[in-house]
């Protein structure tokens, strides 16, 4: 049996949410625009690391946007420009960076309880710095970027780095956190007398700022003030962590815990559906079909209107892409 952490999280999280997910392979008809989004931006990622162009990845998601449903597009709304922009900024923050990119999306696998269970995971990035240490890279997409709090209750990376070292025999010297903001830098507003808004608040950068500038045909130097202060602000659309590998405790103490959860996964996944019900479950793919169920309507009618059967499961929804 193959287990994986979005496995292990899901069941962690509620067995009935597990039971749609893996045991009825349902997945929504209509993808939650931070999958998609997260998707796109992953795959440009990718291309980088590969050397390729990550914007030739982006226009293919740019025709099928145009082939969608009108009511889709509206959920969606400039999903395919968000990801241009916020890729851009990416770009520029990046552009001097002394990594040098080992290998990207480095599927593995390791034997986890005994020999029939195996931990799988695919790995972001494998990068080494100029000092010739190893890296494990993540990138993660948020409304907000994560605190240390955050950082400690997510456990995907340990096991990663666990998982590495089990298959390669290779010490990791640690692991960067690539924290990519879901929202690119807001074009500030043009006020009705033709200059733009110098409000404090405005959730923009620099760059932004001056290329609206440019755009508008207006004069720098009557924004100095604003675009010293956005020099000077702290990055809030990106962020890299950096931190060294788990004490051997921690990871042994987290693995260990994999390791119990996949035993009873493989035990009890088939029968054991039990909804865990609470403040969550709104923001479930599935919330529908268990609303469904404790209200005694048709469930069978909402899987079929919403949700499709999916034979495996896509590979990227196993990647932590969350918002």
């Known amino acids: 049996m193959i287990i994986t952490q979005s496995m292990l999280k899901a069941w962690r999280f509620c067995h009935a949410n597990f039971d749609f997910k893996y045991n009825q392979k349902l997945k929504p008809k209509v993808e939650k625009i931070q999958l998609k989004r997260g998707t796109i931006l992953h795959e440009m990622l990718d291309a980088r690391a590969n050397q390729e162009d990550p914007f030739k990845k982006l226009e293919v998601y740019e025709k099928k946007h145009r082939q969608i449903l009108l009511e889709e597009a509206e959920y969606y709304g400039d999903l395919i420009g968000d990801c241009r922009r916020i890729f851009e900024n990416y770009l520029r923050t990046y552009e001097d960076e002394e990594l040098t990119y080992m290998s990207s999306e480095v599927k593995m696998g390791h034997p986890i309880a005994g020999l029939h269970i195996v931990y799988e995971g695919t790995l972001d990035k494998i990068v080494r710095d100029k000092r010739g240490n190893l890296w494990l890279m993540d990138h993660k997409t948020h409304k907000k970027i994560p605190d240390a709090d955050h950082r400690f209750a997510d456990l995907q990376l340990v096991m990663y780095a666990w998982l590495y070292n089990s298959v390669k025999q290779v010490p990791l010297t ?79 103490s987290i693995v260990e815990d994999a390791r119990k959860d996949a035993q009873v996964i493989a035990e009890l996944s088939p029968v054991l559906k039990t909804k865990n019900l609470n403040w969550q479950c709104p923001s479930c793919a599935y919330f529908r079909i268990c609303q469904a169920e404790l209200n005694g309507a048709d469930a069978e009618f909402i899987k079929k209107a919403h949700y499709v059967k999916e034979v495996t499961i896509n590979a990227d929804e196993e990647r932590d892409i969350e918002d």
């Open 174 to 252: 640690g692991i960067i956190w690539d924290y990519i903001r879901a929202k690119p830098p807001a074009i500030p507003e043009q006020l009705k007398n033709g200059q733009l808004s110098q409000r404090a608040n405005i959730d923009t950068d620099y760059e932004t700022y001056l290329a609206e500038i440019g755009r508008l045909d207006l004069n720098p130097k009557d924004y100095t003030e604003i675009l010293g202060q956005l020099k000077q602000k702290k990055n809030t659309f990106f962020d890299r962590v950096i931190l060294p590998i788990a004490s051997i405790s921690r990871m042994e």
